[in-house]
């Protein structure tokens, strides 16, 4: 995504694994869903560190975390265990995560 834009993905922390399911057609980790929407923002560099920043929106309730490290700081909203799944989705979609983020150019966010 070079268009300058922040990136918005949906999500859900539901769970996917569903009993009639043999072992190999069961699918790990969180999957794509319309009630939760992901923003990605561009690259920080801070303190010789770079991450970026990953909000998680649902109405009213929201998140918030970073990648690397795949950690919500802040929540309202959320259970504990949809909290844990966010971060797991972190943890799961880093990199992809992190090449999104490479691509988003805030400067151009501000002239369009």
Do not use: C
Request: aromatic residues 6%; glycine residues 8%; without cysteine.
């Amino acid at each position: 995504m070079n268009d300058g834009k922040v990136i918005l993905k949906k999500i859900v922390i539901a769970d996917t694994e569903e009993p009639d399911m043999s072992a190999q057609e069961k699918v790990d980790g969180p999957v794509l869903s319309e009630d939760i929407k992901m923003l990605v923002t561009s690259m920080i560099h801070k303190d010789g560190k770079a991450f970026a920043r990953v909000s998680f929106l649902r109405d009213s309730d929201w998140a918030e975390g970073i990648v690397p490290g795949g950690r919500i700081e802040k929540a309202e909203g959320f259970s504990g265990e949809e909290i844990e799944k966010l971060e797991a989705y972190l943890t799961e979609e880093q990199e992809m995560i992190l090449q999104q983020a490479k691509g988003v150019n805030p400067i151009r966010n501000l002239f369009s």
